[in-house]
């Protein structure tokens, strides 16, 4: 009986920490943060690393895909943290053709993959310099929804009538509110 509950505590454990198979790399691979590939210029190329953010803008060719995302920490199962602030951006380059209303302006996205050199580009009129991921894997999240949550102080409070008091008293009650109706 001990053994079965080490093992699915065990295998419990162990499904709470795994990134989706299409993130996934080799056991024991060293992955390139995207600080150190920001700041070591060319040091890391060829690399492999996992990298992810909120998608800034995509833009297909006759060569492939090129998307340009935002980059931010990720979480210990790969989902990126949005944040106030970023580290700055890099562009993921995929063979073959990704829909952009697909991978849309805002979405998160993680990408898995070798490093590639570094490309000169502009974000409005700054010039910039984009570390490149040729991407093996990519993982769009689904959007968050936020969680309603009410707090209801009702008589309920009291279910017997031994624990409530004689008489009522009157306290303020927050109303419960209904979110309001979406557009989708």
Known sequence: MRYLAVVLMALGLQACSQVPD????????????????????????GQS????????????????TEIEVVNFPLRNFGRPLAADSSDGRFRAKLS????????????SVTFTGVIAPAEEGKIDEFTYLFPVLEVSGKYLWKDIEPRQTTITY???????????????????????????????
């Open 22 to 45: 299409e993130l996934a790399v080799a056991q024991g691979t060293n992955l390139v943060e995207f600080s150190t590939a920001l700041t070591d210029e060319g040091k890391s190329i």
């Open 49 to 64: 690393a996992r990298w992810g953010g909120t998608i800034a803008e995509v833009r297909n060719t006759e060569a492939g």
């Open 96 to 107: 073959g053709f990704v829909d952009p209303m697909v991978f849309a302006k805002g979405k």
């Open 154 to 184: 009702s008589d309920m409070w009291f279910r017997h009538h031994y624990f409530a008091p004689p008489y009522r008293i009157y306290y303020p009650v927050p109303v419960p509110s209904t979110p309001p109706p979406s557009d989708n």
